[in-house]
C-alpha cells in the first residue's frame, strides 16, 4: 500500500459522503466508540484468518457481538472488519462468515468498517487477484461495498434501502508506521 492509495481511498471515500477515522490499531476500539451509535452490534475483528494472532485491534465494550434476532433489529450501528479496501472505489470487500458479518453490515442505518491499511490494493485488477484463490480454493463469497444503500427504483434517489444509510471506515496504521511518522508515538505506547 502507498500514500497514494491511502490518499486515493480516502478522497473516494469522501465522494461518497463516508467518513473516515484513521489512527494506530492500539486505538481501535476508541475510534470505533466515537463513529458508532446506539446500540451496536458487531463482529469480532481479526477474531480468525490471517493477522489475527498479532492484532491489537478490538471492539468497543458496548458493542453486542453475539446479538438476538431482535438486538441485530433493534441496532443502529453494526461493526465489522473489511479483508480488503480498494482505492480506486471506496469499496470495502466484506467476507461472508458464520459470524454473521454480512448481516452486521447491512441491516443497520450505520456501519461501522474496520480496515487495516494493509490491506488496501490500488485497484480492482488487485483486488481480483486476491479475491481469485479465496473464491476458488477456499469457496469465499465476498460482497463488495460502496458507500451508503443509494437506490433510485422508484424515482428520487434513497438512502438505506437495501443496506446502510451511513458508511464510516475505521482505517487501521501499521503501530510502526505510525511510530516512523509521529515522534511522539512510540510502538510501545
Given at each position: 500500500?502507498?500514500?497514494?492509495?491511502?490518499?486515493?481511498?480516502?478522497?473516494?471515500?469522501?465522494?461518497l459522503g463516508v467518513t473516515v477515522s484513521e489512527g494506530p490499531e492500539s486505538a481501535c476500539a476508541d475510534l470505533i466508540d466515537e463513529a458508532a451509535g446506539e446500540p451496536a452490534?458487531?463482529?469480532?475483528?481479526?477474531?480468525?484468518?490471517?493477522?489475527?494472532?498479532?492484532?491489537?485491534?478490538?471492539?468497543?465494550?458496548?458493542?453486542?457481538?453475539?446479538?438476538?434476532?431482535?438486538?441485530?433489529?433493534?441496532?443502529?450501528?453494526?461493526?465489522?472488519?473489511?479483508?480488503?479496501?480498494?482505492?480506486?472505489?471506496g469499496s470495502v470487500a466484506i467476507e461472508t462468515d458464520p459470524a454473521g458479518t454480512e448481516p452486521v453490515s447491512l441491516f443497520v442505518d450505520r456501519h461501522v468498517v474496520v480496515?487495516?491499511?494493509?490491506?488496501?490494493?490500488?485497484?480492482?485488477?488487485?483486488?481480483?487477484?486476491?479475491?481469485?484463490?479465496?473464491?476458488?480454493?477456499?469457496?469465499?463469497?465476498?460482497?463488495?461495498?460502496?458507500?451508503?444503500?443509494?437506490?433510485?427504483?422508484?424515482?428520487?434517489?434513497?438512502?438505506?434501502?437495501?443496506?446502510?444509510?451511513?458508511?464510516?471506515?475505521?482505517?487501521?496504521?501499521?503501530?510502526?508506521?505510525?511510530?516512523?511518522?509521529?515522534?511522539?508515538?512510540?510502538?510501545?505506547?
Amino acid at each position: 500500500m502507498s500514500v497514494a492509495d491511502r490518499s486515493t481511498f480516502k478522497r473516494r471515500l469522501d465522494s461518497l459522503g463516508v467518513t473516515v477515522s484513521e489512527g494506530p490499531e492500539s486505538a481501535c476500539a476508541d475510534l470505533i466508540d466515537e463513529a458508532a451509535g446506539e446500540p451496536a452490534v458487531g463482529v469480532a475483528l481479526g477474531a480468525e484468518g490471517e493477522g489475527a494472532v498479532d492484532s491489537t485491534a478490538a471492539l468497543p465494550a458496548r458493542v453486542e457481538t453475539d446479538p438476538t434476532t431482535a438486538q441485530l433489529r433493534a441496532a443502529h450501528t453494526g461493526v465489522t472488519d473489511a479483508s480488503l479496501g480498494v482505492a480506486e472505489y471506496g469499496s470495502v470487500a466484506i467476507e461472508t462468515d458464520p459470524a454473521g458479518t454480512e448481516p452486521v453490515s447491512l441491516f443497520v442505518d450505520r456501519h461501522v468498517v474496520v480496515l487495516r491499511e494493509a490491506d488496501l490494493v490500488p485497484d480492482m485488477p488487485d483486488a481480483f487477484e486476491w479475491l481469485g484463490p479465496k473464491a476458488r480454493d477456499e469457496s469465499v463469497d465476498v460482497v463488495f461495498a460502496t458507500g451508503p444503500s443509494a437506490t433510485a427504483d422508484m424515482g428520487g434517489l434513497v438512502h438505506g434501502a437495501h443496506g446502510p444509510k451511513e458508511v464510516h471506515v475505521v482505517l487501521l496504521r501499521d503501530e510502526t508506521d505510525e511510530a516512523a511518522t509521529d515522534p511522539e508515538v512510540t510502538p510501545d505506547e
